[in-house]
């Protein structure tokens, strides 16, 4: 009835935490932790591939938890991307009514942007460059099947040692419609220092403009090797945006319906705004250009990923035919209140995609 029991399981312990999976995956090292269980690198014996195995931990502890993880592997199930870090297997090694464990196995990866950009390692104008042209590559792609990732930072940004970008962490993501309203827009969305205007001041919609902010602050992160937006709590967030672009005209605020959010900008001291060339100093005439196309206020006058794969920072790498749009859309909205055992059905369907 079930391939998976016939499988050969191997058990190991990392960093005190038993995995019990697949006897082809031999484990190689521990590489992180988190509240959402613990990671290791292994090895594939069947083809010699080293990956990265993710063990999540009491996956119904938390409804939102168990929907997150759910909502990765659903997405990354059907997104196939050389920007977006590869779903290679999931293992559930008890039965469908008791497990408590789920393990995903993804490509490896040496490390990612955060790590990069706090070491010392020097980045040149082309690192800076071929890293922004694969971010927009692979968002162009996540956009066109309806996919906004949400929750954008160099941390969720997976980097080789050939400088090669994947996108993950889609535990955040939605797909666009029309009207985002209610529990979609009430619960978290993006790191704050990611997070764009128009989610700080909590209007009730928003789009695909809320990743290319990200975008925008992830490409002055890596010009800067610091965050740009380092807020302590939203409203002081909000208030850093302001006090870099400068203060919002009437027709920057047009998107926001929320009073209470208008009279605080409205109550702050005026802001000049920053001076980009000394703020950036060295950095490209076009690179600055582009990145303040992206840190735009108001989203209605941000440009669009595709966009920015069009601006001449990035003529030298992108080919439109070699940028395809996806064929198809995604719907991975899951109803907030599904209930357990539905979930476990839903999981065990995605173990069965693998084994």
Known sequence: MMRLNKKKN??????GSLFEI???YEPIDYIGKGSYGI??????????????IKKTIDVFSSQEDALRNLRELIILRNIRHHNVVQLKDVMITSSKSTFKEVYAVYEFMDSDLHRIIQSPQPLSPYHCQYFMFQLLEGLKYLHSTNIIHRDLKPANLLINANCDMKICDFGLARTTRGDHSGEFMTEYVVTRWYRAPELLVCSNSYDKSIDVWSVGCIFAEILLRRPLFPGQNPLDQLKRVIDFLGTPTESDLDFINNSKAIKFIKGLPYAKGVCWKAMFPGVDSLALDLLRRMLVFNPRKRITIA??????YMSDLYEPEECPRSQTTLDVDIDAYVGETKLRDMFWREMSFYN
């Open 10 to 15: 191997s058990s190991f312990r990392v960093e």
């Open 22 to 24: 697949d006897a082809k």
């Open 39 to 52: 990671v290791c690198s292994c090895i594939n014996k069947d083809n010699n591939q080293k990956v990265a």
């Open 307 to 312: 966009e920015a794969l069009q601006h001449p």
